[in-house]
Structures are given as C-alpha cells and as structure tokens.
C-alpha cells in the first residue's frame, strides 16, 4: 500500500545558514550550554541539555512568527507558537549551499553547547514528483552535495536523518526500477562519507507504521547501509502515534542488527487523520495537534530519540489551502499548537 510521507521540504524562503551562524555567535544570543541565555527577539532560549541536546535555533520562522504577534499585541497567539518555537526542530539542507549551511548550523550549535540535527533530503529523483519533486541532477551532483555537507560539518557534533522516503519509494514501486540500483549505492556512499566524520550520527529513514510492514524495507535498509549507520529514523513528516511508531520501529529492529531508531513526533499528538481522500490524508490535515516534546529520555531503551524532524507549521504541499511544500503557514502552526494544549 503507497502512503505519502508528506511534507517533505519544498523550496521554502529560509535565513541562509551561514548569515545565521555569524549572527548568533556575534550577538552571543545561544546559550553557553546552560541554557539560561535567551535568544533573539524572541527570548528563544536552549532547552536542558540532559533531556534535549538538540540545537534550538532561536531565529526559525516559528521564533520569526512570535515576534511578530508579538509586535500585533496578539500576545496570547505568540505564546501558542512559542509551544513550537522554543523546541528544537531539523534543518533542512538546500540543495544550493551545502557546505556553508552545514558549518553554519553546526557552527551555532556548538557555540551553544547542542548537537545540530540536520536533515538530508537531495536524493535523485526525490518524491516521485509529487508536491517536494526534485533533487540532484544525478548520481555525481548528489555526491558532491553530500560531500559539501560532510565538509560544512567537519569535527562538531550533528545528528543527520538521511533521505526520509528514499528507501520508502523503492519498496512501494513509486521510484522506477532503473534508479534502484544507483539508489543504494548514493545512500550507502552518503552513509560512509557521514560516518567517517567525528562527531556525527546518522539514521537512514525507514518509513512509517501506516505505509506496509518491515518486512519490506529491512532488506533495502541493509542494501543501503544501515549496518554502518547508528540507526534509522521512523514517521519523519507522518502523524502517526508514538505508540505505534514504536511497535514498528522495534519489529524492523530486530531485523536489521538490533539498531535503534528515533520518531518524528513533531505533530503526531492526535495520531492519523482518518477522513477525507485517502491518497492526501497526509497533506496538511486538519485537527492534528504537536507530539512528544524533542528528548533523549524515551518510553524504550530501542529509542535513541523522540525529533521534530518535520518543522511543525509548514507545509506538506498544495492541498487543503496550503502553500507550497515547506513554506511556513502560520494559521497552521497556531491550530497545531492549540490542539495541544
């Protein structure tokens, strides 16, 4: 059965990376490892280390958007999007500046103490072309992408989710047959160049409870090199519950080597929408709500992590009045918030 991930990235406006790290670590708005220190107009500070070393970027568009309720005196609005914005969520890699954002993520990371969590979405033929088509050129430009991100990174610490729906759309035929074979190699290729780094973790991503059963994907998962990997990454981009994300995780587990996974949990406090046309269910449903806050201390020891993969408040893609894939939606964000209350 083909389930749409959903959401991936898109093309969306964004701070560049590089402009940021300079910022942060020229106005010392990160905290020193404390997380004492405010940031940004936003008063975005770290969360506590021992629970969430994950980097929370104090001028993502969610801090971007109390600032400006804020500014509208809709101070009760702020304060729902500040729910999202004071949690540390992925950063997407552009396709255009690998290596500057990598090393400027990982650069004000650091500064405040934190692991970056990045997440690599370039893969050729990327989407099926669907709402977040694209990637690479080819087999050589994704090598060098991933080359560039390897060398933005270099010896600071940085936790990568590596292609959500990659493996994904191999198994459930929507990538055609041709592209399979190189497929494998770039992921396993990308796995190694990441490995060889110093303080880098890497999960390959495996899907989700909803899309079909494990024993479809652990034999792609080891073809990709998911034994040289820390683990893989499960519901990236999905709203399925933590519970479920679990069981799933932990039969794939057992499959591949005993490795551990991490969940998205970044909206999927009410589970799945279960109305509407079945192929879109995934587009931007309404009435979901945000999950488990990002932390390393988790409901099973298989677990490493529960992630913000997906940044809630953007959007999965054209559909039930969305903009395009990636691009913040604030009257989404605030609905995502609210029902979490």
Known sequence: ??????ALRGACVRTSA????????IAGCSSSGDGEEPGADAGISQQPKDTDPFWVNPDGNAAQQVVTYQKDGKKEDAEQIRKIAQQPTGEWISPESPEDEARGFTEAADKAGRTALLVLYNIPHRDCGQYSQGGAADGNAYRAWIDGVAKG???????VILEPDALLHLVDGCTPDEYHEERYDLLKGAVGKLKSLKNTKVYLDAGNAGWGH?????????WAGIDQADGFSVNVSNFYTTKDSIAYGKQLSAKVGNKPFVIDTSRNGNGPYTEGNPDERWCNPPGRALGETPTTKTADPLVDAY??????GESDGECKGGPKAGEWWAEYALKLAKASE
Do not use: C, H, N
């Open 18 to 25: 590089t402009v940021l790290g300079a910022a942060l670590l």
């Open 214 to 222: 494990p024993d479809q994907i652990f034999e792609p998962l080891k």
């Open 1 to 6: 059965m083909y389930l749409k991930r959903g």
């Open 153 to 159: 990174i270099g010896d600071r610490s940085a936790t």
């Open 307 to 312: 992630v913000w993969v997906k940044r809630p």
